[in-house]
């Protein structure tokens, strides 16, 4: 059994990860925004100095969606980057060599060639909606690879594919696209099946990821830690297109509205597909179906409304 402190526990990966971390016998240290604030440096060092800690899971972030990424850029990185910063330093500082950081996709270069491998990491601009939260991303990501190189740490950052499921941010402002559009197809069943509005043509494709799936992987890791290179992709090899998302949405909800397409609308890149080598090598693959996943966010979507 370790004691293993889960930074961003209220999280939706958080909320996933806890349970099946203590289910697995380990002791979990899950600390909310009030217990200790990760962007204080001096809060950050005295939480970690008070308890013994074995491994720390990275889940903290300030995220937002396509829709008011451009309006927050700035706080998205400094947030991000105040964070990772904080709690690498603060491990250093009390000599916890063990850090899984959850870091994102959106690191990648726009242009990277598809799919998207480790090597393309730092060969390029990133993303101009989302520039602010990828760049904080691989700011934390290389802090933790330069702190291995320094003090001999074993940090290690992945990189998930977007990620969906129950706990997520489902606000139709906020909220990623899979989710917002999720909600807001719901409504549109409500009103009788009012039409929905694609953002783009819908030819634009993702590699969605279960957020149970992910823990459960994060738990594999700390059994495998030192298998884990020092970054890697993690991710279900399924690719998904706007489009085609929105028929699994309209199925399982049972819509039967017209959908129409805004090309004005921002799209994003259109492709982001991952690399998963190294998650092969280990020996891991995402257990729910795409659409079984789907189904289960969104009951749990209609949980929250009713």
Avoid at 104 to 114: E, F, H, I, L, R
Avoid at 121 to 141: H, M, R, T
Avoid at 144 to 159: D, G, P, R, V, Y
Avoid at 266 to 274: A, N
């Amino acid at each position: 059994m370790a004691t293993v402190l889960v930074t961003g526990a209220s999280g939706m990966l958080g909320q996933h990860l806890v349970p099946m971390l203590e289910k697995r016998g380990h002791l979990v240290l899950a600390p909310s925004r009030e217990e200790v604030d990760l962007t204080d440096a001096e809060a950050t060092s005295a939480f970690i100095a008070s308890n013994t800690i074995d491994s720390v899971i990275h889940c903290a972030a300030y995220v937002a969606g396509i829709a008011s990424s451009t309006t927050t850029k700035h706080h998205s990185f400094d947030a991000n980057v105040s964070m990772g910063m904080n709690l690498i330093r603060s491990c250093l500082e009390h000599g916890i060599t063990n850090v899984l950081n959850v870091g994102s996709a959106t690191v990648y270069p726009n242009d990277a060639p598809q799919p998207l491998s480790e090597t393309s990491l730092g060969q390029g601009a990133f993303e101009g909606p989302i520039e602010g939260y990828a760049l904080s991303k691989y700011v934390v990501y290389r802090a933790c690879a330069m702190a291995n190189e320094q003090h001999n740490t074993s940090f290690k950052t992945i990189l998930p594919c977007n990620l969906f499921g129950p706990y997520d941010n489902f606000s139709l402002e906020t909220g990623h696209m899979l989710p917002a559009i999720l909600h807001r197809m719901h409504q549109a069943k409500e009103l009788g099946n009012a039409p929905i509005t694609i953002w783009g043509d819908g030819s634009a494709r993702r590699e969605f990821l279960f957020a149970s799936d992910l823990a459960d992987f994060i738990c594999f890791s700390l059994d495998n830690f030192e298998s884990l290179p020092e970054v890697m992709n993690v991710g279900s090899g399924v690719e998904v297109s706007v489009n085609e998302m929105h028929q699994h949405m309209a199925n399982i909800i049972g819509y039967t509205g017209e959908l129409r397409h805004d090309l004005e609308k921002p799209v994003g890149r259109l492709r982001r597909s991952l690399d998963l080598n190294h998650q092969k090598k280990l020996g891991w693959s995402p257990k729910t179906p795409f659409e079984e996943a789907l189904a289960i966010t969104y009951e749990y979507l209609r949980g929250t409304l009713e």
